[in-house]
């Protein structure tokens, strides 16, 4: 993202409603959650490790015209598609609901769901997906440090949200009592690099990245990506 793409106000443009589902499976006194590797082909995060997902169909709304429903519908399709794996529509626990910000062209409203993953073998369609992986969180975030993968900013502080978790049912239960939370970030950049911040910041409705008090942010920082969060 440029100072150029940061002036620009694209709040006219309407956000795509798209699903995500984050699988989990327990490993070794931990989990491990799926990822998948994007086509370097593709427009949107070509190369990027991400979870399973995509944008919500017509078809995906049926009879209802509720597009979180719409959303669960697309989150099953989209895991058959992507990763040849089935899940149950009612097993899906809603997580976080991300929308792109206004200083993005191509704007999307995501819906996160996550639930655990079966035993059977993982199939990428070999087009839009083109690599799978099983890694612990803390692996995937030791990873992208290293540059050894791309992850959009979602995904990052999503996986840094699952490791602090040792079981899959712990994740589950903790999920299941909160509330599902918004994400809508407001962008500031600084010498030294940029800042996404969210709701419940002190700065969020301001933009002054300095401003006193709560933190929850994403800080872009030369030295590497950091979310601090305090609320």
Not at 78 to 91: I, M, T
Not at 178 to 184: H, K, M, P, T
Not at 203 to 216: F, K, L, N, P
Request: aromatic residues 10%; negative net charge.
């Amino acid at each position: 993202m440029t100072d150029n793409d940061i002036a620009k106000d694209y709040s006219h443009v309407k956000p795509f409603p798209s699903a995500t589902v984050i699988l989990l499976r327990d490993h070794d006194g931990g989990i491990e959650v799926l990822l998948l590797r994007r086509s370097a082909k593709l427009e949107t995060h070509g190369g990027y490790w991400v979870f399973p997902g995509g944008r919500v169909d017509k078809a995906d709304y049926g009879s209802s015209p509720d597009v979180f429903e719409a959303a669960r519908n697309a989150a099953v399709r989209e895991v058959a598609e992507e990763s040849g794996l089935e899940v149950a529509r009612d097993d899906l626990v809603p997580v976080s609901r991300w929308i792109t910000p206004p200083v993005m062209p191509k704007r999307f409203d995501t819906w996160f769901f996550i639930t655990g993953a079966s035993d059977a073998e993982v199939e990428v369609d070999g087009g839009e997906i083109d690599l799978h992986r099983w890694l612990t969180p803390t692996c995937a975030l030791d990873e992208f440090k290293e540059q050894k993968l791309q992850l959009p900013p979602p995904t990052f502080v999503t996986l840094t949200m699952l490791s602090q978790f040792a079981s899959v049912d712990a994740v589950l239960s903790d999920i299941g009592a909160r509330a599902l939370e918004e994400f809508l970030p407001r962008i500031e950049r600084f010498d030294g690099g940029a800042c996404a911040l969210y709701h419940g910041d002190a700065g969020y409705e301001t933009g002054q990245v300095d401003a006193e008090g709560a933190r929850h942010r994403l800080w872009f920082l030369e030295e590497g990506w950091r979310y601090e969060r305090d609320v």
